[in-house]
Structure formats: structure tokens, C-alpha cells
């Protein structure tokens, strides 16, 4: 444990910040999991599911979670996934 006063406030910031990026990045891939499992499962939301994931994803690459080549790629996917089963 740092003994350093700012070094103290570090460690609570980065603490904070990273519990923030762990929820972010969990949101997101809850969303593309959900996507995912009412693509295979023939669901009639598929539309609103494929919006929600594409926000969240654009909203983890906006905050500097992912890059926005794995972002692209992602959105990429997910659109091939919806069109195929339209």
C-alpha cells in the first residue's frame, strides 16, 4: 500500500476506473451474447437487440475500451448475422 498521499488517491482512482471499464465491457458483451442467443433462437426483437448491441459497442470504443478496428469488426459480424436470417 503506497504511503505517498497522491499515490493513495492513485490507487482509489484506478480502482474506480477500472470497476467502471469491467461493468462497460460486461454490458457490451451481455448485449452481443443476447443478440446472439434470439438470432438462434428465431426471436421477433432481433432488430431492437442488433441496435442495443451496435450502441454499446460503438459506446466501449468511444470510452477507449476496445480499438476501433475490433469495434468495426464486431458491428460487421453482428450485421452479417442479422441479414443472413432475414
Known amino acids: ?6 499515490a493513495i488517491k492513485r490507487v482509489k482512482t484506478n480502482e474506480q476506473a477500472r ?6 465491457m ?7 451474447k ?9 426471436s421477433d426483437n ?6 442495443k448491441a451496435v450502441a454499446t459497442i460503438d459506446k466501449a470504443q468511444a ?4 480499438k ?7 458491428k460487421a459480424r453482428l450485421a ?3 441479414n443472413a436470417n432475414k
Open 46 to 51: 432481433v432488430e431492437a437487440l442488433f441496435n
Open 26 to 32: 460486461s454490458a457490451m458483451r451481455t448485449a452481443v
Open 34 to 42: 443476447t443478440f446472439e442467443k434470439a438470432v438462434t433462437a428465431g
Open 1 to 6: 500500500m503506497p504511503i505517498i498521499k497522491s
Open 68 to 74: 476501433a478496428n475490433k469495434a468495426s469488426r464486431d
Open 19 to 24: 470497476s467502471k471499464n469491467a461493468s462497460q
Open 63 to 66: 470510452k477507449g475500451l476496445i
Open 80 to 82: 452479417a448475422r442479422l
